[in-house]
């Protein structure tokens, strides 16, 4: 998993409530439990003017000219801002997994659907909450800015807008720890892994039967 320390990006916007998973990555692109190639699905009923199926390549696909993320100034965005009860719906994990493969690093807004929150910082993306009030003035200063920017400084737990002001987020530590240093539950576990190996020699002396391989 990718560690994420600080992070300075343009923000993009997903300027509406209840934003599901189902309008984060349709159904119909479910196909994989691999962590990639759901970028290009991402908000895809949104994105296109068509519906997208699966396997399907994107070029050449109608774009909906009225959908930010289709806008220039949001090219290359790493930052979402999004309203209140983001990412609900179903448990899907493939949401997280088509922010990420999309470029997201963060996603910004008043409130989380809860599994969707959890699932995020198994997926190296950090989910941050912040006062409505802060998000709608996010919001105003991200359209009257091309190429707005905002810095997100994990260890400091600061959200920071180009003209220097600052706002702080909470973090439960142990996923704050598992973010800066990139650790999802495989590589927690990786760890442990010379215990792991120490274990497993003892057991070979004293149940050696445990370990005969049928031919």
């Not at 209840?18 to 990555?25: A, E, K, P, S, Y």
């Not at 209140?84 to 493939?94: A, I, K, L, Q, Y």
């Not at 989380?112 to 198994?122: E, G, R, T």
Request: net charge negative.
């Amino acid at each position: 998993m990718k560690s994420f320390t600080v992070l300075q990006g343009i923000a993009a916007p997903m300027d509406r409530a209840n934003v599901d998973t189902d309008m984060i990555i349709p159904k119909q692109f479910l196909k994989s439990i691999k962590r990639t190639g759901f970028g290009k699905n991402l908000f895809d009923e949104l994105r296109y003017l068509d519906e997208g199926k699966p396997d399907q390549s994107c070029e050449g696909r109608p774009i909906n000219p009225e959908f930010p993320l289709n806008f220039a100034r949001y090219q290359g965005a790493t930052v979402l801002l999004s309203r209140e009860n983001f990412g609900c719906g179903s448990s899907r994990e493939h949401a997280p997994w088509a922010l990420d493969d999309y470029g997201f690093r963060s996603v910004i807004a008043p409130s989380f659907a809860d599994i969707f929150f959890n699932n995020c910082f198994k997926n190296g993306l950090l989910p941050i909450v912040l006062d409505e009030k802060i998000v709608d003035q996010l919001f105003t200063e991200m359209y009257a800015t091309e190429g707005y920017q905002l810095t997100i400084d994990l260890a400091s737990q600061l959200v920071k807008t180009p003209s220097g002001e600052s706002f702080a987020f909470e973090i439960d530590e142990f996923r704050k720890h598992c973010l800066l240093n990139g650790l999802d539950d495989i590589g927690l576990t990786l760890e442990q892994a010379d215990a792991i190996r120490a274990y497993e020699a003892k057991k070979r002396v004293e149940a050696p039967w445990l370990f005969d391989v049928v031919k």
